[in-house]
T-cell receptor, first 111, second 113 residues
Framework: ELKVEQNPLFLSMQEGKNYTIYCNYSTTSDRLYWYRQDPGKSLESLFVLLSNGAVKQEGRLMASLDTKARLSTLHITAAVHDLSATYFCAVEETSGSRLTFGEGTQLTVNP | DADVTQTPRNRITKTGKRIMLECSQTKGHDRMYWYRQDPGLGLRLIYYSFDVKDINKGEISDGYSVSRQAQAKFSLSLESAIPNQTALYFC????????????FGPGTRLLVL
């Protein structure tokens, strides 16, 4: 059974600081997705990572994938308040398009 | 208009009642999914469908059933609702192919009393 773990689960940071969210998973996969959820809202796709060493960047967010370590990271650079949200990673099983989600990381960026 | 819509958006029901949650999409995707979200547990897959004739159980299908009426419509039913089915329910769709992200509906907030 595929297990996906994120850490930290809660993250409070100051504007302007950098931080990294980690996503570990338990079985072989080379397809990993990051989503953002604002309070009371739906999930929005951020990044799709499809190979070992893949790196994607959008604004202050950068995601990477290390399939050998079964680890993805979401790096936040110079955080701003607008980045406050819950971030989920999800791993796709190699047998199909089912996603297994991590628990989510609730990020709060304080002025 | 939104690409993935869900009705109702909020629902309060009583234990033992049968309810149906509906999902429609205009994205033309073949694959559709139902998830539930509970605080601290992320999203868990209830059922998924890769086309109209294909229905598959997810990790938490007990107490739920689904119907894929058309490519664009995927309904989730709770045959006899119980309080621990109180949750936020999301429908999602994705295109065929490798590495296709999923697109989520706005969610249905369900309270079972």
């Amino acid at each position: 059974e595929l297990k996906v773990e994120q850490n930290p689960l809660f993250l409070s940071m100051q504007e302007g600081k950098n931080y990294t969210i980690y996503c570990n998973y338990s079985t072989t996969s080379d397809r990993l997705y990051w989503y953002r959820q604002d309070p009371g809202k739906s999930l929005e796709s951020l990044f799709v990572l499809l190979s070992n060493g893949a790196v994607k960047q959008e604004g202050r967010l950068m995601a990477s994938l290390d399939t050998k370590a079964r680890l993805s990271t979401l790096h936040i650079t110079a955080a701003v308040h607008d980045l406050s949200a819950t971030y989920f990673c999800a791993v796709e099983e190699t047998s199909g398009s089912r996603l297994t989600f991590g628990e989510g990381t609730q990020l709060t960026v304080n002025p | 208009d939104a690409d993935v819509t869900q009705t109702p958006r909020n629902r309060i029901t009583k234990t033992g009642k049968r309810i149906m949650l509906e999902c429609s999409q205009t994205k033309g995707h073949d694959r559709m999914y139902w998830y539930r979200q509970d605080p601290g547990l992320g999203l868990r897959l209830i059922y998924y469908s890769f086309d109209v004739k294909d229905i598959n159980k997810g990790e938490i299908s007990d107490g739920y059933s689904v119907s894929r009426q058309a490519q664009a419509k995927f309904s989730l039913s709770l045959e006899s609702a119980i309080p621990n089915q109180t949750a936020l329910y999301f429908c999602a769709t994705s295109d065929l192919g490798w590495g296709e992200t999923q697109y989520f509906g706005p969610g249905t907030r369900l309270l079972v009393l």
